[in-house]
């Protein structure tokens, strides 16, 4: 087998060559940096629990288990009906070292069962639990 060593088939090797390793050197460092996905454990509310629309509630969960480092640490609450999570959080821009933050349920919201779902480093949904209608 032979090689093609001629002046254009080593141009353009070097040019594959050099556009790989470039690739490879602007690829950003968190995406090379090894990263600690943190879904932490939704303590409250519980299936239990019964919110009221547009009443205040302690959102909390376990942060027993954070590693070091956290690659979002800030945190969105979501309600989330059936298999839809709303598109508007009812909290947001907390720190999810915190564990916990106060949510207020809006007051358009249906009542029915729904969980909570905690977005940062990573998403995680609590146990079903229903809120009521305002009295």
Request: aromatic share 8%; glycine share 6%.
């Amino acid at each position: 087998m032979s090689v093609n060593t001629s002046p254009r088939a080593l141009l353009t090797s070097c040019f594959v060559l050099l556009t790989l390793l470039s690739c490879a050197l602007c690829a950003p460092l968190s995406a090379v940096m090894r990263r600690d996905v943190w879904v932490p454990t939704i303590t409250c509310p519980t299936s239990d629990s019964t919110w009221t629309v547009g009443k205040s509630f302690l959102v909390t969960w376990d942060t027993s288990s954070k590693p070091a480092e956290v690659t979002n640490p800030n945190g969105e609450i979501y309600l989330r009906l059936g298999d839809e999570t709303q598109s508007s959080p009812i909290a947001s821009g907390f720190a999810l070292a915190d564990g916990q933050v106060e949510v207020t349920i809006p007051t358009d919201t249906t009542p029915d069962q729904y969980r909570v779902v905690l977005f940062g480093d990573s998403g995680n949904w609590s146990d079903q639990f229903p809120i009521d209608a305002a009295t």
